[in-house]
């Protein structure tokens, strides 16, 4: 079965500092791996993937991913915090050899960005 | 505009009603699934449609039931609430292949009293 796990519940950065939220993933075969992000009362927003090629993926508001084959992790970074991302972090992964359809979501980063 | 919708946003109601929620996405996307969060924002997935076909049907109570009257719309109808169904219930939606991330409505916060 697919698993994911996010070690930490909440993250806490000085604006301005780099920010690291950390992701590590269990699956059968080749994941696909996603980062969503949750503003207070809102739906999630995605924000980047991993399928396959460079490690490093970039996504939207300045945030990137580097996906780490042997260390099963898909750690989400920006190298300078903003008050503005404040916000839920939610990492996802997928396999698409087994239910393909299905993606498990892990239990969320708070993420608190101090002035 | 807005690219998949859930309605309504929020909705209160008492213990053994029956209640639907309604969603629609414009995106032209095949496949569409409704998750619950709960209070801890642990999120679960409860079915998925694919082309108005049921592709994933999760552990929830039979008191659930989808329904998808075509690609675009998946509604969610829930029997007889209990106390344990408050929770955030997002429909959210994506293209079918297996690279494709989602696209989530803005929730529906189901309070049981």
């Known amino acids: 079965a697919q698993s994911v796990a996010q070690p930490e519940d909440q993250v806490n950065v000085a604006e301005g500092n780099p920010l690291t939220v950390k992701c590590t993933y269990s699956?059968?075969?080749?994941?696909?791996l996603f980062w969503y992000v949750q503003y207070p009362n809102r739906g999630l927003q995605f924000l980047l993937k991993y399928i396959t090629g460079d490690n490093l993926v970039k996504g939207s508001y300045g945030f990137e991913a580097e996906f780490n084959k042997s260390q099963t992790s898909f750690h989400l970074k920006k190298p300078s915090a903003l008050v503005s991302d404040s916000a839920l972090y939610f990492c996802a992964v997928r396999d698409p050899g087994r239910g393909y359809q299905k993606v498990t979501f892990g239990t969320g980063t708070k993420l608190q960005v101090i002035p | 505009d807005t690219a998949v919708s859930q309605t309504p946003k929020y909705l209160v109601t008492q213990m053994g009603n029956d209640k639907s929620i309604k969603c629609e996405q414009n995106?032209?996307?095949?496949?569409m699934y409704w998750y619950k969060q709960d209070s801890k924002k642990f999120l679960k997935i409860m079915f998925s449609?694919?082309?108005?076909?049921?592709?994933i049907n999760e552990t929830v109570p039979n008191r659930f039931s989808p329904k998808s009257p075509d690609k675009a719309h998946l509604n969610l109808h829930i029997n007889s609430l209990e106390l344990g169904d408050s929770a955030v219930y997002f429909c959210?939606?994506?293209?079918?292949?297996?690279?494709?991330?989602?696209?989530f409505g803005s929730g529906t916060r189901l309070t049981v009293v």
């Open positions: 699956v059968s075969g080749n994941p696909y």
């Open positions: 959210a939606s994506s293209q079918g292949g297996a690279n494709y991330g989602y696209t």
């Open positions: 449609y694919n082309n108005k076909e049921l592709i």
């Open positions: 995106l032209g996307h095949d496949t």
